[in-house]
C-alpha cells in the first residue's frame, strides 16, 4: 500500500479544497472555520481560480493558493503554508490589500467594496499565544468597536494542536485539522463522524497518493519548496555571518584607534585585533 501523499503540500491541498469537484468539501471547511470563530456559515461559494491539470508544481507564476466568492459578494483567500516564507503578517497583509483593492476599478464608488477574508493554514507557528485559531479584525483601542467589518484574517496554526486533541468528539475545526496534520488513517472514521464532508476528502487523498501524475506533481513540488526553503535559510546564514564579521571588524577598529591614541605601534596592534597594517594606517588622524 502507497504511502499518503502530504495534504498539507500547497499542490496537494489545493486538489482535495480547490477543484470544482471538490467545493462542498471546501465550503464544509469555510463553515467548520466560521463556526469555530463564532461567525455565520455560508450558503454557497464561487471558486475564482478552480485548480487545473495545467498547474504547474515549480513554477513560482502558480497560484497555488484558494480563491473564492461568497454569493454576498465577499472574498475568501484560503492559503496552506508548510514552509514558513518569513515576514507572514506583512505578507498576509499585503495579500490581503491586493484583494481588497482589485475589486473595483480606479476612481468606482468605494461603496462598491466587498469583505475580503484571509485563511492561513501554517505548519509552524507565528503568534505569541496558544491558539491553534486566530481571527483578527480592524477595532478600536479602547472601546471595542470596529471601523468597519471588511478585514477578516484567521490564522490556524496546526503546530498548537495538540492540546486541544481531547476535541475531536465534538467535531468541527479540530477535525479537519487533524487530517491536514496527518492524524494515524486508523482515526478517519472517527473524524468524519460528525465532520461527514471530511470523507470526500480523504477519498481524494486517497486517491491521489495512488495516482502516478499526482506523485509525480507532488515530489515536483516538495523540490520546489525545499529548494525555497534551502535559499532562504542560505540567504540568512550568509546575512547572519555577515553581521558578525562586520561586528568583529568594528570592535577590531575600535581596539585598534585606542592603541593608536596610546602610541603603540602598528606592527602590535595588527597582532592584537587581526587587522592588517594597511588597515591600521588608515585609521590614523590625517596631520
Request: charged share 30%; with cysteine.
Given at each position: 500500500?502507497l504511502?499518503?501523499l502530504?495534504?498539507?503540500?500547497?499542490?496537494?491541498?489545493?486538489?482535495?479544497?480547490?477543484?470544482?469537484?471538490?467545493?462542498?468539501?471546501l465550503?464544509?471547511?469555510?463553515?467548520?472555520?466560521?463556526r469555530?470563530?463564532?461567525e455565520?456559515?455560508l450558503?454557497?461559494?464561487?471558486?475564482?481560480?478552480?485548480?487545473?491539470?495545467?498547474?504547474?508544481?515549480?513554477?513560482?507564476?502558480?497560484?497555488m493558493d484558494?480563491?473564492?466568492?461568497?454569493?454576498?459578494?465577499?472574498l475568501?483567500?484560503?492559503?496552506?503554508q508548510?514552509?514558513?516564507?518569513?515576514?507572514?503578517?506583512?505578507?498576509?497583509?499585503?495579500?490581503?490589500?491586493?484583494?481588497?483593492?482589485?475589486?473595483?476599478?480606479?476612481?468606482?464608488?468605494?461603496?462598491t467594496?466587498?469583505?475580503c477574508?484571509t485563511?492561513?493554514?501554517?505548519?509552524?507557528?507565528?503568534?505569541?499565544?496558544?491558539?491553534?485559531?486566530?481571527?483578527?479584525?480592524?477595532?478600536e483601542?479602547?472601546?471595542g468597536?470596529?471601523?468597519?467589518?471588511?478585514?477578516?484574517?484567521?490564522?490556524i496554526?496546526?503546530?498548537?494542536?495538540?492540546?486541544?486533541a481531547a476535541?475531536?468528539?465534538?467535531?468541527?475545526?479540530?477535525?479537519?485539522?487533524?487530517?491536514?496534520?496527518?492524524?494515524?488513517?486508523s482515526?478517519w472514521?472517527?473524524?468524519?463522524?460528525?465532520?461527514?464532508?471530511?470523507?470526500?476528502?480523504?477519498?481524494t487523498?486517497e486517491?491521489?497518493?495512488?495516482?502516478?501524475?499526482?506523485?509525480?506533481?507532488?515530489?515536483?513540488?516538495?523540490k520546489?519548496?525545499?529548494?525555497?526553503?534551502?535559499r532562504?535559510?542560505?540567504?540568512?546564514?550568509?546575512?547572519?555571518a555577515?553581521?558578525?564579521a562586520?561586528?568583529?571588524?568594528?570592535?577590531?577598529t575600535?581596539?585598534?584607534?585606542?592603541?593608536?591614541?596610546?602610541?603603540?605601534?602598528?606592527?602590535?596592534?595588527?597582532e592584537?585585533?587581526?587587522?592588517?597594517?594597511?588597515?591600521?594606517?588608515?585609521?590614523?588622524?590625517?596631520?
Open positions: 500500500m504511502e499518503l502530504d495534504p498539507r503540500v500547497d499542490v496537494i491541498f489545493k486538489r482535495i479544497f480547490g477543484s470544482e469537484h471538490n467545493k462542498d468539501v465550503l464544509a471547511f469555510l463553515n467548520s472555520t466560521f469555530d470563530a463564532g455565520s456559515p450558503t454557497e461559494i464561487v471558486l475564482l481560480n478552480p485548480y487545473t491539470e495545467a498547474d504547474s508544481p515549480d513554477d513560482k507564476q502558480s497560484i484558494i480563491k473564492a466568492k461568497t454569493d454576498k459578494g465577499e475568501l483567500n484560503i492559503e496552506m508548510l514552509f514558513n516564507p518569513y515576514h507572514m503578517e506583512k505578507r498576509t497583509l499585503f495579500y490581503w490589500s491586493e484583494m481588497y483593492y482589485h475589486q473595483i476599478p480606479k476612481g468606482s464608488n468605494y461603496n467594496l466587498k469583505k477574508v485563511i492561513n493554514i501554517l505548519n509552524y507557528s507565528c503568534l505569541p499565544n496558544n491558539r491553534y485559531h486566530s481571527v483578527f479584525h480592524l477595532r483601542d479602547h472601546t468597536i470596529p471601523l468597519l467589518d471588511d478585514i477578516e484574517i484567521h490564522v496554526e496546526l503546530t498548537k494542536l495538540n492540546e486541544f476535541e475531536l468528539e465534538e467535531g468541527g475545526l479540530v477535525n479537519w485539522l487533524l487530517f491536514l496534520k496527518g492524524v494515524d488513517k482515526n472514521e472517527v473524524l468524519t463522524m460528525k465532520e461527514p464532508m471530511l470523507k470526500k476528502a480523504m477519498d487523498l486517491f491521489l497518493s495512488q495516482d502516478a501524475a499526482a506523485r509525480m506533481a507532488y515530489d515536483a513540488r516538495m520546489a519548496l525545499s529548494d525555497e526553503k534551502s532562504i535559510e542560505g540567504a540568512k546564514a550568509e546575512a547572519r555577515e553581521a558578525r562586520e561586528a568583529r571588524t568594528e570592535t577590531s575600535e581596539i585598534a584607534a585606542k592603541l593608536l591614541n596610546r602610541g603603540v605601534d602598528l606592527q602590535t596592534i595588527a592584537a585585533t587581526g587587522l592588517s597594517v594597511e588597515e591600521i594606517k588608515a585609521l590614523q588622524p590625517i596631520n
